[in-house]
């Protein structure tokens, strides 16, 4: 299908990734009815040292995806396609190989920090055992190694909330903390799954901040989902943008939200408040809703919602494909890529 | 609507129930939402923007203060005369799965307020409950489906119409898109817009989101720890904010590459036991001795511009 050119482009830009995510497809088995199609064969790559943004909102697979990298599926899921990182493949890893992947070089954060955080454990201690399942040390060192992975992350008075328990402190804190058991490891990837969904927006920004002080200082590779195009805007390097379980654009950060390709990254940007025009009172509205994971919509998922959509939108759904003049910039989109982009 | 100097404190209780302590959730709260006019009211967790919106809409009995609402004082009004009041004063609440009853069909949550004002009778109830869904963008076929059925943008439709069936001049609307997909946010966002013009509404839009609330509101409030740090007109308050913690706000998530991030220290702190002063002072970047030993009075600095700082439009964004 793919040019033999595009091929050894490929192939190469493999190889210098950290991650790569080569026709991830998962279903969810349910008791009652048909499999859901969560991701249906995304690829993508993450580069060392990149922070990348995975954009979609509920039901996308964006969450999905993420948990597959780490293989945190529930045991209904069923996954094919390949998992490389560094070369290695994350698929076929016994549980042994698993644990210290996970616990040494790709971690993830949540959206509620709160419910990843034992409750009945000093914080302290919590940060000790995540730099103990990584190196050995004395209680000591790794006491000392712990305050000062707080005191790195912002969080005052380090000395006493080492020895404090969770429910003592703020949700913004307690995502400092999970952020601080994650470095504690000193991952190659940190994952953070809408991490500042529950925050406000001062200490949003602050988390905000604090991601990407990390990126620049220890080259930490991250992926960072997240329904908010204005975060990415911020934060990230480049962009992917998830439309019901399939990757429909992606592109360097200011490419993809400056000049979107498909209609949904058009008008996802026309509906959000921090993007339109300062004048205009109204927003750009997307007709429908996401659909739900159980809803098999044939074709472009998104041809119900949108207003290109013309026959074969219906019947065949669109790979992605490069943008004329712009092989980094993809987007699955039969009508914009013959046409010409949606005028915003 | 208006409020002056409106006060809400809870008493926090210690052992054998004794009064230890006010949370000062509101504290001297002045607004106004004139005559077809939305007034955003913008803040974080512990603001006091749901308390002060819920005491507007007499959800709680204000402390001090007074509401008054078509030139009515209604801060101590009895049930049966707030019975009168709740006609023409609704409000939209933030989560559209946990305030509609999971037992009732469509056409009985958006009837039943008529139902419990007997208005009309049941045949021209019915024709209401028509006209509303139509008047929210739903179908006619829609009334026979229950919540679970529902999109969330769907059933925040839902909760407007029934919050318009008693045709109220005035609704008070506390996050209602903040639980909603970015794509179905605008829909409602803009359906309210919609209902304004048609229906001569007047707003109170409770949010968090500068950015949103810049869109739908005429005037904004910005609060701050149980007080209003500034307010003015909205397009004016965005451009030129004057309180550094506006201009905080107005900087995050900002569309623009350039424009500068200002990234506040610490965290909100308690409103049990806010800092002296300046209750903002502990995390702006421009806070000086002064604003330690006395809390500065909310002044008009430029018509309709009242700010609550020593150093306004010293923190540019």
């Known amino acids: 299908m793919a040019s033999p050119e595009r091929t050894d482009r490929d192939l190469e830009a493999r190889s210098r990734a950290l991650l790569a995510v080569e026709d991830l497809d998962v279903r969810f088995r349910s008791a009652a009815g048909e499999p859901v199609h969560a991701v249906k064969g995304i690829s993508l790559e993450v580069g060392r040292g990149e922070v990348v943004g995975l954009v979609g909102e509920s039901g996308s697979g964006k969450s999905v995806t993420c948990m597959s990298i780490l293989r945190l599926l529930p045991a209904n899921a069923s996954i094919t396609g390949r998992i490389t990182f560094e070369g290695r493949d994350v698929v076929g890893m016994d549980a042994e190989d698993l644990r210290r992947f996970r616990a040494t070089q790709a971690r993830i954060i949540f959206q509620d920090p709160g419910s990843s955080l034992n409750p009945l454990m000093r914080v302290g201690n919590q940060i000790m055992e995540s730099i103990w399942t990584n190196r050995q040390a004395s209680a000591a060192d790794a006491k000392r190694d712990a305050i000062e992975m707080l005191e790195r992350v912002g969080i005052a008075e380090s000395r006493r909330r080492f020895s404090g328990y969770p429910h003592e402190m703020s949700g913004g804190m307690l995502q400092r903390v999970m952020i601080a058991m994650a470095l504690a490891a000193n991952p190659k990837l940190l994952i953070c799954d809408e991490p500042t969904t529950a925050l406000d927006v001062t200490t949003e920004a602050q988390i905000l901040e604090l991601i990407r002080d990390l990126n620049r200082d220890l080259k930490t590779s991250v992926i960072f989902t997240t329904h908010d195009l204005g975060l990415v805007r911020q934060l990230c390097d480049r962009v992917i943008v998830m439309y019901a379980g399939a990757i429909v654009e992606t592109a360097a950060t200011e490419a993809a939200l400056g000049e979107p390709w498909h209609p949904y990254t058009t008008m996802l940007l026309g509906a959000e408040p921090e993007s339109a025009p300062p004048e205009a009172r109204r927003l750009k509205v997307i007709a429908g809703s996401p659909p739900r994971p159980t809803d098999n919509i044939p074709g472009c998922a998104f041809h119900p919602r949108c207003p290109l959509a013309e026959q074969r939108c219906v019947e065949v759904t669109p790979p992605l494909m490069a943008v004329p003049d712009r092989p980094q910039h993809r987007a699955a989109c039969w009508v914009t890529l013959e046409k010409g982009r949606m005028g915003g | ?317």
């Open chain 2, 1 to 317: 609507m208006r409020t002056l100097g409106v006060s809400k404190f809870f008493p926090v209780r210690g052992r054998f129930g004794r009064t230890t302590a006010q949370v000062h959730a509101v504290d001297s709260v002045s607004l106004e939402v004139g005559h077809q006019e939305t007034l955003g009211l913008v803040g974080e967790s512990g603001s006091g923007k749901t308390t002060l919106g819920w005491t507007v809409a007499r959800l709680h009995e204000p402390t001090g203060g007074k509401v008054e609402f078509e030139g009515r004082d209604i801060s101590h009004l009895g049930r049966g005369a707030l019975k009168d009041v709740h006609r023409r004063l609704q409000m939209v609440f933030q989560n559209p799965w946990t305030s509609l009853d999971p037992q009732f069909s469509v056409g009985d949550t958006i009837g039943e307020p008529l139902a419990i004002h007997r208005v009309g009778s049941s045949r021209s109830r019915e024709q209401r409950v028509a006209e509303l869904l139509d008047l929210v963008g739903l179908r006619p076929a829609d009334r026979h489906r229950f919540p679970h059925e529902l999109s969330g943008g769907q059933r925040q439709r839902v909760g407007i119409a029934r919050a318009l069936a008693l045709e109220p001049s005035f609704l008070i609307a506390d996050e209602p898109t903040s639980s909603l997909d970015v794509s179905v946010q605008a829909q409602i966002v803009n359906l309210l817009q919609d209902l304004q013009e048609r229906l001569g509404l007047s707003f109170l839009f409770i949010t968090h989101n500068l950015h949103l609330v810049r869109r739908v509101s005429h005037r904004i409030a910005v609060m701050y720890l149980g007080r209003v740090v500034e307010s003015g007109p909205a397009r004016e308050l965005f451009e030129r904010p004057l309180h550094p913690y506006t201009a905080a706000l107005v900087a995050s998530k900002s569309a623009g590459y350039e424009s500068r991030r200002i990234v506040l220290k610490g965290e909100i702190p308690s409103p049990l036991n806010p800092p002296s002063g300046c209750h903002f002072r502990t995390r702006c970047p421009i806070a000086r001795e002064r604003c330690a030993r006395e809390y500065p009075p909310l002044v008009e600095v430029e018509p309709g511009r009242p700010v609550a700082c020593f150093y306004p439009g010293e923190v540019k964004t």
